[in-house]
């Protein structure tokens, strides 16, 4: 294999590159492999730990190591530091023209959409099954997590890092309304029980559900999915997207309770900056309870640049598993439930450069570029088991994440029809919200799911 790289002949150098259009890894001298994220290295810069890791450590580390092997190479990072979706519809035009960078990132719910497309193939077909299989990381990935980058049961990538969703809680306002430091609920009613009690201390929004249409897909992974799997469903199951269903029902019934007991703030839903203010509120100590995922505890409220640092967090804040609606009601018959998302890195089909690309991913996949990328950004989950094993040991939340949460917990659907349906999801909240019966809002979502993916594949009850 090295033989065939010393083609790769040129000057060694690394370097970045701002967003252009760079033709699949091509240069000058036609030696170049290139990688792309949505990041950028810059003060306040979109994902800027990622980015500088990719520059200072990803790119010269790997220079040396095939430098090590024989092997002359050209490295560049093609950064970007832009809204999610105009970084789809950037990546998905150069895949599709055959442009843009060898190594590619891709938020994992991308995946079928793309696979659908044509715009990315398996790994197996452009790297060979043997050499795909040979990688001794996959030992180390669990399969839920394997599943960000595949499918159809087809591995299309590499996962990088995933989450996981939880029910947060402040332990001084669980005092003050006479509760558990160490709750943790077992069903719903539960949850509102606790909800119920909080509403005893003033000047706080007991429960935060994230609701409505303006807090977007934080809506639907942080709220309608996790309590679907709660009823033991999944958005999409047999062949077929949940429409108007009674478990579909039983989650907004539960929105219902929520807010017409006036445990959540139905107006805040509605603010187009909800989601931001929800964290701002909770960071203050005026919210009990809230569903996140391990985000909000590494990158919203860390004492350390968190966006809303709370400096009595690591006291403070205290976490539950989120319950299934009832015990053993869950997906799989679980008692406990959560939704994981996160994303990962695919080849360019029309790279020139296969079997350097396939080289690099697995190199910014190996133990020693996930621990660096954790000493330069912070602990976070990454899809390697034995490197959270190591990483996470001082972090009691994400350490609980990775051993807790992960077995139990589900994705969304990486089908290209799940955009519709998760609006349409954030639709039927925010109908209820704002005092639609859950029959109408239901009748409603199971009509515009209908309208979207077509009424052979929508199950309803």
Not at 107 to 124: N, S, T, Y
Not at 401 to 413: F, N
């Amino acid at each position: 294999m090295a033989s065939n790289w010393r083609l790769f002949a040129a000057v060694v150098s690394v370097s970045s590159l701002l967003v252009g259009g760079a033709a699949c890894g091509s240069d000058s001298g036609g030696d170049t492999v290139t990688i792309t994220a949505n990041a950028i290295n810059s003060a306040g810069g979109k994902n800027a730990a990622e980015a500088k890791w990719i520059e200072d450590w990803v790119i010269p580390k790997f220079v040396a190591q095939q430098q090590a092997k024989g092997v002359t190479v050209k490295v560049k990072f093609q950064a970007t530091g832009v809204p999610d979706e105009d970084y789809k519809s950037r990546i998905a035009k150069d895949l599709k023209t055959g442009t843009g960078a060898d190594v590619v990132s891709l938020d994992g719910i991308w995946v079928g959409e793309f696979a659908e497309g044509e715009q990315i193939k398996p790994l197996d077909e452009l790297v060979g099954a043997d050499r795909v299989k040979a990688w001794d990381g996959w030992q180390h990935i669990p399969e839920t997590v394997r599943q960000l980058t595949s499918y159809n049961g087809t591995q299309y990538g590499i996962p990088q890092e995933t989450d996981g969703r939880v029910l947060f809680f402040n332990r001084k306002l669980f005092q003050q309304a006479g509760m558990p430091a160490d709750w943790q609920p077992t069903s719903w009613d539960q949850v509102l029980e606790a909800g119920r009690k909080l509403k005893a201390v003033p000047g706080i929004t007991p429960v935060q559900l994230n609701a409505g249409t303006s807090f977007g897909e934080a809506t639907t992974t942080q709220g309608v999915l996790p309590l679907l799997a709660g009823t033991g469903s999944t958005l999409f199951e047999n062949g077929k997207w949940v429409g108007n269903t009674a478990k579909l029902r039983r989650v907004l019934d539960f929105y219902r309770a929520t807010y017409d007991d006036k445990l959540g703030d139905a107006e805040l839903q509605q603010d187009a900056k909800g989601r931001e203010k929800s964290f701002e509120k909770f960071a203050k100590g005026q919210v009990g309870i809230l569903l996140e995922s391990d985000y909000f505890w590494r990158g919203v409220l860390n004492p350390r640049g968190g966006s809303f640092p709370m400096a009595e967090r690591d006291t403070q804040v205290g976490w539950a598993k989120i319950p299934a609606a009832t015990p053993g009601t869950g997906v799989h018959n679980q008692d406990f439930v959560s939704v994981s998302g996160g994303g990962g890195r695919v080849i360019n089909p029309k790279s020139k450069h296969v079997e350097l690309a396939w080289e690099l991913l697995q190199f910014m996949n190996s133990p020693e570029a996930f621990s660096a990328l954790i000493a330069g950004g912070g602990p976070r989950i990454t899809a390697r088991q034995d490197v959270n094993a190591d990483a996470l040991g001082e972090d009691p939340m994400l350490t609980f994440v990775s051993e807790q949460i992960l077995p139990i917990t589900s994705l969304r659907p990486a089908l290209p029809e799940y955009t519709k349906a998760s609006k349409a999801l954030a639709q039927a909240t925010l109908d209820v919200v704002t005092g639609k019966s859950t029959a109408d809002a239901a009748a409603a979502y199971g009509k515009a799911v209908e309208e979207a993916v077509g009424k052979d594949k929508v199950a309803s009850d």
